[in-house]
């Protein structure tokens, strides 16, 4: 059973896509969520404070900051724009892919656990994410 | 088939599973290990010397100190203590799940690699993986 | 169905492996890919241009330099090489799994997704990778 998430994000930033999907999962398996993008991710993340959401986001945007800033200065592909290299090293660094267990029509998330796009792009963007449940 | 592990680390850092898991697993497939939490991680790494995963940790521990650090002051999410938003950080930057294919009963480990939850919080703490084969 | 794909890596840097497994997938399931190995990695990663893969090794090369770099003086598992535990570090940060959607006999990648080794080592090594497709 496969089906792909049309995301639509707002710019950086992590998107909630827990009832989307929770809403299409059934039965007892294995769910497979795959994020079709190089400068996108998918994300498990607390729910609960949502500062959580923007401490990562500010967190990885100083790890890894725009090709504009001194500290970049060695990255050569830049002519996709200053947020583009970026994104492709934070898309390495955070999952392509996540799995995980359905029973009785349920995912087995923790309490504090929800999904997320995290979009990694300073424009928004329309994210393709693959869904498997076998 | 599926079951939940409840492992009980002794503070930050990587605790061993691997033959918790072996027991558990038979037959041919693919096993599949989800942990519940949000502050610590699944992690496969050399077991062979013990420094590997004190350096590991102590690597993590520099990239993302606890929020007490001036470098961290930027961070927001501090009423849980200051190591609670660098453990979401660090469970951001490590794996939430692990696949590992199974055949005659065992996991396609190679010879140096061992299954670990990496505790990203100070205290100790029980914590569930949800193991699925299929 | 499993297999074991041996891949002759040239160095540090991505080692294009898309076509190798695209070629052996077949009707509709689960991909999954395993690394065995803690000094290498899995990566899905821009196909397009070049530039994005040797920033990439770029990137993770000074975010974890050598052990002989001073600021990774801290590091005490160096009996193997300088780039022994940097090694482990960057596959502790980077997929050692990868499970991708397939139907009818296509990985579900985007347009843009090539499958790639990651070597961490500086000498070239031979890596084994296990596919599982369920």
């Known amino acids: 059973m496969q089906t792909t998430f049309q995301i639509s994000t707002s710019g950086p ?4 896509v ?10 007892t398996g294995l769910l497979t969520l795959f994020i079709q993008h190089t400068s996108a991710s998918l994300l498990i993340q607390e729910n609960a404070d949502p500062e959580v959401q923007t401490d990562l986001a500010e967190f990885f945007h100083r790890l890894v900051p725009p090709t504009t800033d001194p ?6 592909h830049t002519y996709e724009g200053p947020d583009d290299m970026p994104a492709h090293i934070k898309a390495a660094m955070l999952p ?24 990694h792009r300073s424009a928004p963007h329309t994210r393709r994410v693959v869904a498997h449940l076998g």
Not at 18 to 27: F, K
Not at 104 to 115: C, E, S
């Open 96 to 119: 392509v892919t996540l799995s995980i267990p359905v029973s009785d029509g349920r995912m087995a998330l923790g309490t504090w656990q929800g999904i997320y796009v995290f979009e």
């Open 13 to 16: 930033g992590l998107c909630d």
């Open 18 to 27: 827990t009832q989307e999907v929770a809403a299409w999962v059934q039965g």
């Open 71 to 76: 500290a970049m200065s060695y990255l050569t």
